[in-house]
Nanobody, 120 residues
Framework: QVQLVESGGGLVQPGGSLRLSCAASGNRFLIYDMGWYRQAPGKQRELVTTITRSGSTNYGDSVKGRFTISRDNAKNTVYLQMNSLKPEDTAIYYC??????????????WGQGTQVTVSS
């Protein structure tokens, strides 16, 4: 089993910044892709950004140029730096990791989510 714990959400004014973190823990696992998704009230969960183990990134169109994903493989942690935040960025942000363990290959684990609210 692998656990993902997010942190760093909160309330911020439009134009402000936040940094989210997601740390993975467990026994004997290897993380491949990691990513951030978000879900606003009444909407489907959508891709924000992903990063491969080697550092290749992919961003949703709505966050390109404003958000940056990074990871520390030694710490099994992924980060999301969010700048120039807009009210429409308000959502619950979820971390996802694609993991191989002794018993599973390429299984997707999700964090519990962290609330980001952009409002004046």
């Amino acid at each position: 089993q692998v656990q993902l714990v997010e942190s760093g959400g909160g309330l911020v004014q439009p134009g402000g910044s936040l940094r989210l973190s997601c740390a993975a823990s467990g026994n004997r696992f290897l993380i491949y892709d990691m990513g951030w998704y978000r879900q606003a009230p009444g909407k489907q969960r959508e891709l924000v950004t992903t990063i491969t183990r080697s550092g290749s990134t992919n961003y949703g169109d709505s966050v390109k140029g404003r958000f940056t994903i990074s990871r520390d493989n030694a710490k099994n942690t992924v980060y999301l730096q969010m700048n120039s935040l807009k009210p429409e960025d308000t959502a619950i942000y979820y971390c996802k990791a694609t993991v191989t363990t002794q018993t599973t290959v390429g299984y997707d684990y999700w964090g519990q989510g962290t609330q980001v609210t952009v409002s004046s």
